[in-house]
């Protein structure tokens, strides 16, 4: 009954029209748009309330993202999530004082001159979907392309399967095929690919262990590093340390379940904890304890960790994964990532017990998205900036700074020569309300567009970015270079 339900859900929104007559961007909206951009910051919630563009909000219900122990109640409750997102975080929890008054300055490497520099850029949730291919998604990337690709490291989220010997699947059940790997992977822009992607996540299983095997041999193939899964178990123990301009990084990765999918009776398939538990026991992140010590013994600089849990469309974390995450970051983690929510969450800047400082991004939301519900067409991606110093007996790795972008994805139907196609393209959020703002956006937008376009907007500076951190955001000129000569310069009208 849950799985008829759920796909009734799913088939109802693909057959949805993405654009419908007549609403169109008219001079109304156009001055909405300029007002909105024109009142004082503290006015803008109250202005986008009386314009229709925020709903109610509602704090969390106490519940598990792992659908294996899902009963009725707790399944109706993801459907209404994905209705109407979970805005407001516990009331006694205090979570939305905590991370207003973050400070994500990074200064622990401020004193010491550079021996070796490196930056890595890290994305979100790549999902699949019969609608992203080559031919599709030409231009996914050519707005951000260049603030991810040009990092000397690029990383992100492979949330699925690809078995050439099967058919293409949606969701529920992942495979994509050749082309739609490469549209999701970054190939429409100047032929890039993500360094390394994350296997462990709560689809590597969709196709059965085949299909988990079959994604890191095709991963092989195209030279894309992996971890989070594995073939053996000395493939388990081996994840990858790279060395990357000089700073030496383990990537680890890991995730709470892998929904009702049967489990093999080899356990080193993939690296499963139960980061969702809600009491967990002592030995339940043994996994985790014993590869953070070893990449220490590897000589790693810095310890990446992916780690693919929490509730899906929540705007912000438990106290549970609060006090994991100071937990591993106190075992030796420097660089937390979260996925899975399907929205992105607050960052945090941690500082251990013995001074170091240590960066979690609970959740970067999708990174390429089939979804339709609105906060999921938001994603962001992080640029860490590291520096290695030479101190009087050792060297040691720190935080310089980072810088966030989000962007919205825009997605439309278009009129190709294979027919009718779902065309997407992901656009930075301010600098593209800017330019409807103005009437220089000159690709074809709809009302439904500014709507998900300024309830992304506020909900970014407003729950993720307060006053204090803005300043993560990169230069314009970082993503924003020739955004203004493509889009208004621009010959055709899509």
Known sequence: ????????????????????PGYGLNTADIKKIRAYFTAPRFKRYKTARQQGYLKRRRPPRLTTSDSAVWNFKEFLYYISKYVRPVEKCAPESGLDRYFEKMDLHFSNGSRHPAAATASFALAGDLLQDNSMTMASSGELFDYVGRFVFQADFTAANFEGVINTNLRPSRFPRFNANESMFAAIMGRPYNNELFNLVFTANNHMYDQGVAGLIATLDYLDRQGVRHVGTARSRQEQQCFPVI????????????????????????????????????????????????QLKSSRAKAADIICLSLHWGAEWEFYPACRQLKMAHDLAERGADIIIGHHTHNVQPLEKYITKDGREVLIIYSLGNFTSFIRQNTSKMGGAVKVYLKKCRLKNHTETFIERTAFIPFYQHRYRCRMAAGIERVSRLLPVDETLALIGCGKFRYRVYREHIEELLENQFYLHNLILSSETKTILPDRELYFYNLMERVIYRQTDI
């Open 1 to 20: 009954m849950k799985k008829i339900l759920i796909i009734l859900l799913i088939k109802l929104t693909w057959l949805t029209p993405d654009i419908r």
């Open 243 to 290: 060395n990357i301009e000089g700073i030496k990084t383990a990537w680890l990765a890991y995730t709470f379940g892998v929904n009702k999918c049967r489990l093999p009776e080899k356990n080193y398939y993939g690296n499963l904890v139960k980061l969702n538990k809600f009491k967990p026991a002592s030995n339940d992140f043994n996994l985790i304890y014993r």
